[in-house]
């Protein structure tokens, strides 16, 4: 840091030194118009840049334009725009004087800009040759979106996003071109303007109630309001992403904000209301069905039933609401640009007690000066989210939360019933005290367990033109969130019971801190050779502590969480701080030779205080290089409009640790007497591991783009293959030791796939256009090598007897997700489950020699995979007159899912719990034992009309407005699926690179949007 203090003060001087030599050169004006070829209407928006140059604007509401500070001589000016061909002008800039560019787009199938955003800048769409696919936010942001994943789902190819639950702001398990990683995390970099975001939960981890596991925390980037997105691209390839080096092994997402145009002032509002509702059913016994049953089985037990008929699955969850409003100051003169924006959105869940209330405000501007040659930069974005939790579980065993008793609790049994003594009215339970089956409704409503999180991201860049062509610019950033999670378990609860009341306060604070620079060179030498450069310095310091308190036996329940100092049992609290830092020298090099032939060289050395004293630091290079064959004399006017073949290799790392794996550390321990004393003690808790370094990730990926017609049909076939070696992993290591295992770099996992992606302009006339796109995606994972094991077991199984059995299993030469198990065969005549019985040789070969009712170890093998065969995605918009419409259809096929909730409740039982309406049908005699088979892994395939939207634009009443439209949007309408649970589309973590797993989830919402936009 000594040094950066010392450095930072020459190097920004000798910029300002710079600029003021530089501000005394010869420059003139570009001005134009950017108009729609078919129906000569201005389009707004589009990005004009004066090639060669740090020169750009964007296009007023009318399409016109005007660039200052071009210096003099021969230009190029290009214009481009989501959804049109972009175009090339040449003008003469005069010193002083003003050049004219006009412009008129035709409509194109690829809906994406010329310019793509890239680490640490932007390059021409054309002269990329990694793999980068961008999403257009406002054509994704249909329907209830709560944050930026949602609009990338079923948008991009090699890109498979599986959402945890169908709670409000849930997060999902993000896999850019398949898991890579068994221990270490599996997600991508998010890098927000520019500046990498500290991936960490915002809130402390809740506490669940006692027999099942808490919740899984929701997403990060429930942070930033979708309407503020412009665009978000998905670096795929190393090629792409081996500019950000040792934290690119799992994709990168760039999320591009908004940002003011030189003008008027525009004022836009945004605002909807949705109505959601669970979209299945799994059908839990009836009142009139379980008495039905008893009857038949232990009439005896009828006396002792109730008389009420409650649907315990029904009187959980509801019809939920959400609104969700946006307001926009947007505009600027020829010097300062600003676009400033604030949200509100209350989303309740569709089960009780469980909802997401976010306010969030963002600020972006931009100043020039000095001729346009200095441009300061500012982007903020601060948000405050409330979260109320549900008390359900991840998972669970004899005793549950919310969703077990849903399951088992006594349908014949009212939700409140009249104390007796007392004639007030209250939850019914089974009994007083503490209680193993709850009430579930009492569940949702009386314990507590809220969440709240205030996060500022922002980042300041002063970019500096030194030549015509070469820039300098610095980037601080800072992304800082505070969390605190309360939780209070009342002494009224059938859970609190135990404690006398039970209530704890957490607190988690992180804070990320990022310096950039670097310098950019972009140059095009005798018309024919063309040469962009960037190469810079980052240094990332990232902090995380917390904080938590605990208290027991209450006199009172009307405090809440609110007065820990009120309960008579005071547990010893916690705290702790983490910090680890990244340093990093990055450089990217393209050259192109006549606008067709393409070379680019990236190389990132990076170092991490996280890994061991000599793998601390790292190199991580790649090469690609493109050729537009298009381009070629012989090509043209031919059957392609465009035709160019990539190809690339290059490593990546990934650094999913905690901070201080490779030392050993201590941890608060018991308390030890000391005489007459008890003196806390600390004990070693984690072996060292002076080699630890990156799992790192070699990909080769080779691709090819196309277009005809004019490029109203252009599309991407890609093929990749992604070797990761050095896998962390988990050792034992030979006792006595500190710990039984210790953190080591073992193992190998591959990824192989193939990509495809068409979009056409269907139809184009002045008043109808139809637009189409299909993505697909076919990945083959491997876990290649364990370090000497044989297999990993994981996907740990929930309910009730279930104790220590897994459903998955970890394999050399087979996928992650493999499902792991006895193969079942039939029911015989007495209701016995039949399993095919295996014997083993010696060789390890297996064969089949008979059948058992008791599966055993040899009786074990693969049963099923929870990877798709193949996955699908197809988007469609319509313009016609002033109606739009669009729909997206998504689509798995292949996948397992281990269907949990049926193996533990789709047995008849009479042990006075509620099990599934569909084991009536089954013919297992009752009390047959919950077994983990073949017979619960269930076809997961799937196609979702994931939604499809109405609007239309009118003229406002009255109003000179910009633009005013009325919509209605549907999410989740329809699902075609065998697949018997809630969803297919599921995650409970339940161990290492665990997947397909359905545990009682928390349903998924169909939603039904209604909205207006206006814009003044």
Known sequence: ???????????????????????????????????????????????????????????????????????????????????????????????????????????????????????????????????????????????????????????????????????????????????????????????????PINNVSTEPGGEGVPGSGASLARNPLNLINPNDIETISVLKDAAATAIYGSRGANGVILIQTKKGARGGVVVEYDGYTAMATPARRIGFLTGDEYRAFRQQVTPEA???????????????????????????????????????????????????????????????????????????????????????????????????????????????????????????????????????????????????????????????????????????????????????????????????????????????????????????????????????????????????????????KFLTDAFGFNSLGGGNLLIRPYSFRQDHRLVSFFGRANYNLLDRYYLTAVLRRDGSSQFGEGNKWAV?????????????????????????????????????????????????????????????????????????????????????????????????????????????????????AVASTRLENVGSTRNQGLEVSLDAVALSTPTVEWRTGLVFTANRNEAVSLGGRTFIPTGFVSGEGQSGQTSQRILPGYALGTFYGPEFLRVDEKGRQVFAKYEVNAGGDRRRVGETFAPGVADYGVIGDANPDFTLGLNSTANIGQFDVSLLVRGEMGRDVFNNTALVYGNKTTGGRNFLRSALARPDAIGEPAIFSSRWIEDGSFVRLQNAAVGYNFDFPGVQARAARIYVAGDNLLLLTDYSGYDPEVHTETGLASRGIEYLAYPRPRTFTAGIRVAF
């Open 1 to 195: 840091m000594s040094l950066l203090r010392s450095v930072l003060p020459t190097l920004v001087g000798s910029l300002f030194w710079a600029a003021q030599l530089m501000a005394q050169g010869q420059s003139g004006t570009v001005t134009g118009r950017v108009i729609d070829s078919a129906t000569q209407r201005g389009l707004a928006n589009a990005a004009v840049v004066v090639e060669g140059t740090q020169r750009a604007a964007r296009t007023a509401p009318d399409g016109s334009f005007t660039i200052t500070g071009v210096p003099a001589g021969a230009r190029r000016v290009q214009v481009s725009v989501i959804g049109y061909g972009a175009q090339t002008r040449n003008v003469t800039v005069a010193a002083g004087g003003t050049a004219t560019a006009q412009f008129a787009l035709q409509p194109q199938a690829v809906m994406l800009e010329a310019l793509v955003a890239t680490g640490y800048g932007t390059q021409r769409r054309e002269a990329i040759t990694g793999s980068i696919a961008t999403v257009d936010a406002d054509q994704a942001n249909v329907g209830v979106v709560t944050n930026a994943t949602e609009m990338i789902q079923g948008r991009v190819a090699g890109v498979n996003i599986i959402q945890n639950s169908g709670e409000p702001g849930a997060s999902s398990q993000i896999r850019i071109r398949g898991g890579t990683s068994i221990s270490a995390s599996n997600a991508p970099l998010y890098v927000i303007d520019g500046v």
């Open 302 to 552: 009828v006396s002792s039933l109730g008389q009420a008929n409650t649907d315990w699955e029904d009187e959980v969850t509801r019809s939920a609401m959400t609104h969700n409003h946006n307001l926009a100051f947007s505009g600027g003169g020829e010097a300062t640009q600003y676009r400033a924006s604030l949200n509100y959105m209350d989303q309740e869940g569709v089960v009780i007690s469980s909802g997401l209330e976010r306010i969030q405000g963002r600020l972006n501007a931009e100043h020039r000066t000095w001729d346009d040659r200095l441009r300061l930069g500012l982007n903020l974005n601060s948000s405050h989210i409330r979260n109320d939790y549900a008390p359900y579980e991840n998972t669970g065993g004899y005793i549950g939360g919310l969703f077990t008793n849903m399951a088992i609790f006594d349908p014949t049994r009212p939700v409140r019933a009249n104390d007796p003594q007392t004639g007030v009215s209250r939850f019914f339970e089974t009994g007083t005290g503490a209680l193993d089956v709850r009430n579930p409704v009492a569940l949702a409503e009386q314990l507590q367990d809220e969440g709240a999180s205030t996060r500022t991201l922002a980042n300041t860049t002063a970019q500096l033109e030194l030549l015509p062509g070469v820039a300098a610019q610095l980037n601080l950033g800072v992304d800082r969130s505070e969390g605190r999670r309360s939780i209070y378990f009342p002494r009224e609860s059938a859970v609190g019971a135990q404690w006398g009341g039970r209530a704890l306060q957490r607190s988690q604070d992180n804070t990320a801190l990022t310096l950039q620079s670097f310098i950019t060179v972009d140059q095009q030498l005798a018309d024919i050779h063309g040469i962009e450069f960037v190469g810079g310095y980052e240094f990332s310091d990232y902090s995380t502590s917390g904080f938590g308190a605990e208290s027991q």
């Open 620 to 736: 991580f290079p790649a090469i690609s290089a493109s050729w537009r064959i298009s381009e070629e004399p012989f090509m043209q006017g031919g059957f392609f409009s465009d035709l160019r073949l990539r190809a690339g290799y290059g490593l990546q790392g990934n650094p999913g640790v905690a901070p201080y794996s490779s030392l050993l550390t201590l941890a608060a321990g018991g308390n030890y007497a000391f005489g007459d004393q008890l003196v806390g003690g600390m004990f070693p808790n984690r072996n060292p591991n002076r080699d630890l370094k990156w799992e790192e990730t070699a990909q080769f990926n080779v691709a090819l783009d196309f277009g005809m017609l004019d490029n109203r049909l252009t599309g991407t076939a890609e093929y990749y293959v992604k070797n990761t070696s050095d896998l962390l992993l988990q050792v034992p290591v030979v006792q006595p």
